[in-house]
């Protein structure tokens, strides 16, 4: 039986849509994902659809409120989490906010990005396969499966 964990992943546009709005994780070093650098997002709540799960936790992570955001894709990631556990995300572009991102959270600092620049800072290896999808500007959402062990990603499949 498949049982992920499920969560979102967003991608904040800056207004003029040449930087995205990364958190570096750097706050906590027992951290699965210190060192790298990554969209907002988290976990999803029981009583949350995955449009209000995205707005809450960019709100919490970044001091901001979407107005207009759109579903890039899903991904399945079978083994990512460090037991194993596997992960449904819902990823998103968001594409107009409210008011000024923090320069921090609690898992650590924000910072705005060119997007041609992105792919050269330290990131999940399977985040390299999705992002240009993100970005690419068909309107289509994805849809992809990467199955991961001990820490990489096996394959990487998807649709449109």
Not at 24 to 51: I, S, T, W
């Amino acid at each position: 039986m498949y049982t992920p964990i499920i969560g979102t992943l967003g991608y904040v546009l800056s207004p003029d849509a040449r930087q995205v709005l990364l958190l570096c994780r750097n706050a906590r070093p027992d951290d699965q994902h210190f060192g790298k650098y990554n969209g907002l997002g988290g976990k999803m709540r029981p009583d949350e659809d995955v449009r209000s799960c995205m707005t809450r936790e960019i709100e919490e992570e970044a001091g901001i409120v979407c107005l207009e955001m759109n579903l890039r894709g899903t991904i399945s990631w079978p083994g990512f989490g460090p037991g194993g556990e596997s992960w449904l995300g819902f990823i998103f572009l968001i594409t107009a906010f409210s008011g000024v991102p923090k320069k921090s959270c609690e898992e650590g600092g924000l910072a705005w990005h060119r997007l041609e620049e992105i792919s050269r800072l330290p990131m999940w290896e399977g985040d390299r396969f999705f992002l240009p999808l993100v970005f690419d500007g068909d309107p289509r959402p994805f849809h992809g499966v990467m199955p991961y062990s001990q820490g990489r990603p096996v394959s990487w499949s998807h649709f449109r």
